[in-house]
């Protein structure tokens, strides 16, 4: 159960450029994994931890970091999708790091898209996540007014769990794109919930450009509560945000 008596302010750092937004979040991985090497990490997908990803894969080959004891969970998936397809999140941590590193497939946790109830695989994935203690969660937040931390879309509770979720309508429009036709993007995902994100040791929310600049606003100055599902990070003593100074320009 997340402590709601207590509210921490996080340490925010704003970077002059988002390459450097990429090299402290890579570097704070680097350095979980190297001081531990039986890491457990929770990460995100989407273009905000593509450049951390490319100098992980960098650190991997170059400096010998090795994931051979590290497992990760992926923070969401879309629902219902091939695991396979382009726009999948398994298609994306498999090109922008699975692939290119030395984790142990078995170790590495995404939730299924193919399920056949959602409900049901998402309560695997909680029961996988509450046997295991998370020593650091990388997050990105959603667009616009939408406030998510994975897609723990508006209205998320701070004791949320894993679970199948309907996407706002703001985040179908924003990565919709990413898809061959728009209108093919899923109406819902399966994420892991707020409180799976909270019991992490410590967190890391990463974030670049104009359009992340209200949504940091409202959820570091804002009222805590579940219209801005991001704001439930302050109940979490060890977050550190790194952002550029376009999405820093309302903080
Ligand atoms: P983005 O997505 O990195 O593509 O902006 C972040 C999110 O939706 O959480």
Not at 4 to 32: C, F, G, R
Not at 35 to 50: I, N, R, V
Not at 85 to 112: F, G, R, T, V
Not at 152 to 177: A, C, F, M, P, Q
Request: proline share 5%; glycine share 6%.
């Amino acid at each position: 159960m997340t402590d709601t008596t207590q509210t921490y302010k996080p340490v925010i750092h704003i970077m002059a450029t988002s390459a450097e937004v990429d090299e402290m979040a890579a570097n704070l991985v680097a350095k979980q994994v190297v001081e531990k090497p039986h890491s457990y990490l929770t990460l995100p997908t989407g273009q905000t931890p593509q450049g951390m990803y490319k100098l992980l894969v960098s650190k991997h080959i170059n400096e010998k970091l090795d994931f051979s004891a590290v497992t990760i969970f992926n923070l969401d998936e879309y629902w219902p999708i091939k695991k396979f397809h382009e726009a999948s999140y398994a298609s994306y941590m498999k090109s922008n790091l699975i692939d290119h590193i030395n984790i142990q497939k078995a170790n590495w946790h995404i939730p299924n898209g193919e399920a056949s109830d959602p409900a049901i695989e998402a309560s695997h994935y909680e029961t996988q996540l509450q046997g295991v203690s998370i020593d650091l969660a990388i997050l990105g937040i959603g667009p616009g007014k939408t406030c998510h931390i994975g897609f723990n879309e508006r209205g998320s509770t701070v004791d949320s769990e894993s679970r199948y979720i309907k996407l706002d309508e703001e985040t179908k429009k924003t990565n919709s794109v990413f898809f061959p036709n728009a209108s093919d993007i899923p109406e819902g995902a399966i994420t892991q919930g707020v409180a799976d994100i909270l019991r992490a040791k410590k967190i890391v929310l990463i974030a670049k450009g104009e359009g992340k600049a209200w949504g940091l606003h409202r959820s570091i100055y804002g009222p805590i509560s579940a219209d801005a599902p991001a704001s439930f990070l302050r109940y979490h003593p060890h977050l550190t945000v790194i952002i550029d100074k376009a999405a820093a320009r309302m903080l």
